[in-house]
């Protein structure tokens, strides 16, 4: 049967244009069909817009060390220029996503996709079928609201962008990296910042040092963390938000932020007319190349819940599109994938956390925490981490973590040496670059203390 296309791609985010994009340039004929805007979550309201915002609020910090470095500085902030600003480059953005995908030959259609079968979906508004040889599932996630009374008055990070005002004071709700980014964020703007988290301490799954790390570089910027607690309802009182805790006290806020975590996209889409699995925790069921149980239809990225960032999205978006249209199966190794919080101190990682390498055999475990030169000519005494943790027999690196400024440009760069199976001696080899935070990596002497049969010695 001839098909209208050979591949319809439902949603145009991270994943969805890779695929549009390197599908129609094998010739494929492609649409891509996207119900917001161009771009996803990463370019209109994830990874972009946070970053743009984490730098606004990083020159606090800075006019804070000025004076050390002779520095006289009379610093102002309007929230509006940036929240225009920032409209403007994702706008620019979204303009560059849309004339690359026309460039390639896809074609970009504005509306909602529903699945209506194996091979067919309905445009919603346009009231329109059309069917593919094979449909990319590509729809991403949405943040995840407490059902709690009240919830209604709360936002997340989707509207934390484009407030009208910055408020005075905020409560976030949540410990991941969302929920720590957005407190550093409105913190360094100079808004009064509190964290609410269930469990002990926020980024649970990463190393117990960066936790720590990062928790104490909060509590310096003067974020209030309220840990073994959870907003239990919201009520309007005045022109404020009153949240009620689960330790019954009450307080109110400018603003109250749910960072509660995602979820798949997949309400309304129509997979079950076509037979699509999901997993228990709601997520598309997919193979080691994206296929669903239904051999037309194919998803990637955080719809799939395998792991949620852009860059392996595009990834596994890349890997449909050489497996299906390029006759070269493709699967995504999803084993050592760095990550990154844009939060100060920053903090990123690649590889296994010490608590984790302590279970897999014998490992030695290099620290060093010293301050940063930035901070020597002030009083600031916030210190930098450097984390390497390696099999004791042959020094294989099975974990790095790096807290401090440039934390998540230095485990890209790590990545690659890991990637390549790298051991403690190959990094030795490596001449330091004086005076960099870096060269820790590479002049580590002794370890500062080992695990043996899973026991930790100093
Ligand atoms: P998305 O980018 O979410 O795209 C899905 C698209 O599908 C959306 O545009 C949506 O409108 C559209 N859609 C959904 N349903 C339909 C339908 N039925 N019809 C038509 N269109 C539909 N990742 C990083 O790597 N680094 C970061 O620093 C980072 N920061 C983040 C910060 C925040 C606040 C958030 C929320 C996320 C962040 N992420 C970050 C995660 C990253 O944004 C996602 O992993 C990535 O965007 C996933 O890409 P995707 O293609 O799966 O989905």
Redesign the pocket.
């Known amino acids: 049967m001839e098909h209208d296309y050979d591949l319809l791609v439902?949603?145009?985010?991270?994943?969805?244009v890779r695929a549009a994009r390197v599908a129609a340039g094998h010739g494929a004929r492609v649409a891509i069909?996207?119900?917001?805007?161009v771009g996803?979550?990463?370019v209109i309201?994830?990874?972009v817009p946070?970053?743009l915002y984490v730098f606004a609020s990083r020159f606090s910090d800075m006019f804070d060390l000025a004076p050390s470095f002779g520095w006289t500085v009379d610093a102002n902030f309007d929230w509006p220029t940036l929240v225009a600003n920032k409209e403007k480059e994702i706008t620019r953005l979204e303009g560059a996503y849309v004339s690359g995908l026309e460039g390639t030959g896809a074609e970009v259609i504005r509306?909602?996709?529903?699945i209506t079968g194996p091979n067919t979906l309905r445009l919603v508004n346009a009231d329109r079928e059309l069917s593919a040889r094979y449909i990319l599932v590509?729809?991403?996630?949405h943040p995840f609201v407490p059902d709690i009374p009240g919830r209604e008055l709360g936002i997340t990070?989707d509207e934390a962008f484009d407030l009208e005002t910055l408020p005075n004071s905020i409560l976030i709700e949540g410990g991941g990296y969302?929920a720590v980014e957005f407190a550093t964020i409105f913190a360094g703007l100079g808004v009064d910042t509190t964290i609410v988290y269930r469990g002990d301490c926020i980024l649970r799954g990463f190393d117990e040092d960066l936790r720590e790390g990062l928790d104490a570089g909060l509590e310096r910027r003067g974020i209030r963390r309220i840990y073994q607690t959870n907003v239990t309802a919201l009520r309007k009182q005045d022109d404020k938000v009153c949240a009620s805790f689960s330790d019954g006290v009450d307080a109110p806020f400018d603003v109250v932020m749910f960072a509660t975590g995602?979820r798949p996209?997949v309400r309304g889409?129509g997979l079950d007319k076509a037979g699509v699995k999901l997993a228990t925790n709601g997520v598309v069921e997919v193979d080691a190349y994206s296929k669903t149980n239904v051999p037309s239809i194919y998803a990637?990225?955080?719809?799939t819940g395998r792991v949620?960032?852009?860059?392996v999205?595009i990834r596994e978006g890349q890997a449909f599109a050489e497996t299906v249209f390029n006759d070269n199966p493709t699967a995504v190794d999803h084993s050592l994938i760095g990550t990154?919080v844009?939060a100060e101190p920053e903090s990123a990682a690649i590889g296994l956390t010490e608590a984790e390498a302590a279970t897999h055999g014998d490992i030695d475990v290099y620290i060093a925490k010293f301050r940063p030169m930035m901070n020597t000519l002030s009083t600031r005494s916030e210190r930098m981490l450097m984390k390497l943790i390696t099999e004791a027999d042959g020094g294989k690196v099975l974990g790095l973590h790096i807290q401090g400024a440039g934390a998540a440009e230095m485990v890209q760069l790590a990545a690659i040496p890991m990637g390549m199976q790298a051991n403690k001696a190959d990094f030795d080899r490596a001449i330091a670059m004086h005076p960099t935070a870096a060269e820790e990596l590479v002049t580590f002497k002794a370890p500062t203390h080992i695990y043996r049969d899973g026991v930790k010695q100093d």
Request: proline share 2%.
């Open positions: 439902i949603g145009a985010g991270s994943g969805g069909i996207e119900e917001y805007r996803g979550t990463c309201r994830g990874c946070k970053k509306d909602r996709a529903e590509a729809t991403g996630g990070s969302v995602r996209n889409l990637v990225g955080d719809v949620a960032l852009t860059p999205a990154a844009f």
